[in-house]
């Protein structure tokens, strides 16, 4: 509810500072909000993301979680110079560092997964053996060897140009 639809000039709520209702101000409450929209969309992240370049956008996760990692390891040498329990940093750290690998592995699956030569000998002798499976099952399927050339001589016309219709797709 809005304090001006009862005439007040203060919001009984929450700053996060105490844990009861306090009088807020509805403008402080409202510059706060126009400041967190602000800072959210001023955040790299969010900007790279609305952006479209999925590699920075990566880039841009890779670093904030290293940095919030970051975070909580100087906390967690505070916490024990100050001889207080350093526990729930220790499980945060190891959840982000967790995080940021499995983030690494999945970048460079990924980063090898795009890179894929088509001309490699390894992928050529792949597709060697699928043409052998395909004529070996089409002989014990009792088709006639004339019939099996008629159509490994179309396959052939069709996969012209193979590669580049592949990168494209």
Do not use: C
């Amino acid at each position: 509810m809005d304090p001006k639809d009862v005439g007040a000039k203060f919001v009984v709520g929450g700053s996060g500072q105490i844990p009861t209702g306090e009088l807020l101000d509805p403008e402080d409450v409202r510059r706060d909000l126009r400041e967190r929209i602000a800072f959210v969309k001023s955040q790299p992240l969010v900007k790279s993301l609305a952006d479209g370049s999925p590699a920075q956008a990566m880039d841009t996760l890779l670093l904030e979680i290293a940095e919030e990692v970051s975070h909580l390891k100087w906390e967690r040498r505070k916490a024990a110079k100050d001889g207080k329990n350093t526990a729930q940093f220790t499980v945060a750290r190891v959840s982000g560092l967790r995080s940021l690998a499995e983030t690494l592995i999945r970048r460079k699956e990924a980063a090898i997964a795009e890179n894929l030569d088509l001309k490699s000998p390894r992928l050529q002798k792949i597709f060697k053996v699928w043409m052998q499976f395909f004529y070996e099952a089409m002989e014990k399927s009792d088709v006639p060897s004339e019939v099996i050339n008629v159509v490994f001589q179309q396959m052939k016309a069709d996969m012209i140009g193979w590669e580049s219709r592949m990168e494209n797709e």
